[in-house]
């Protein structure tokens, strides 16, 4: 599996920005998909996923303003950040587990919010 991410970029604090993650590769509907965020420094955060269906899951810190889906024909997971905050700059991965426990990285897509 391989995944592609971007729409990464630089915004002003308030506003909004769309990330993809397209994957590729032998993928199932069954695998978990989501994404984590990395600033210098500090630990992988995880931002949110969704498994099947589109309920997804969110820390805390991001709920109310960013909001994942999917498009399971497209293989591919979005991450839509709305009301950004300069706290929201760091590089942003996409991941996905499969069933088999086996986990998938994508590259990193750099997102900067400006004060």
């Known amino acids: 599996v391989q995944l592609q991410a971007s729409g990464g970029g630089l915004v002003q604090a308030g506003g909004s920005l769309r990330l993809s993650c397209a994957a590729s590769?032998?993928?199932?509907?069954?695998?978990?998909m989501g994404w984590y965020r990395q600033t210098p420094g500090k630990q992988r955060e995880y931002v949110a996923s969704?498994?099947?269906?589109?309920?997804?899951d969110y820390a805390d810190s991001v709920k109310g303003r960013f909001t994942i889906s999917r498009d399971y024909g497209m293989n591919t997971v979005y991450l839509q950040m709305n009301s950004l905050k300069p706290e929201d700059t760091a590089v942003y991965y996409c991941?996905?587990?499969?069933?088999?426990?086996?986990?998938?990285w994508g590259q990193g897509t750099l997102v900067t919010v400006s004060s």
């Open positions: 991941r996905t587990i499969r069933r088999s426990g086996i986990v998938y």
């Open positions: 590769g032998t993928t199932s509907s069954t695998d978990v």
């Open positions: 969704i498994t099947r269906g589109t309920i997804g």
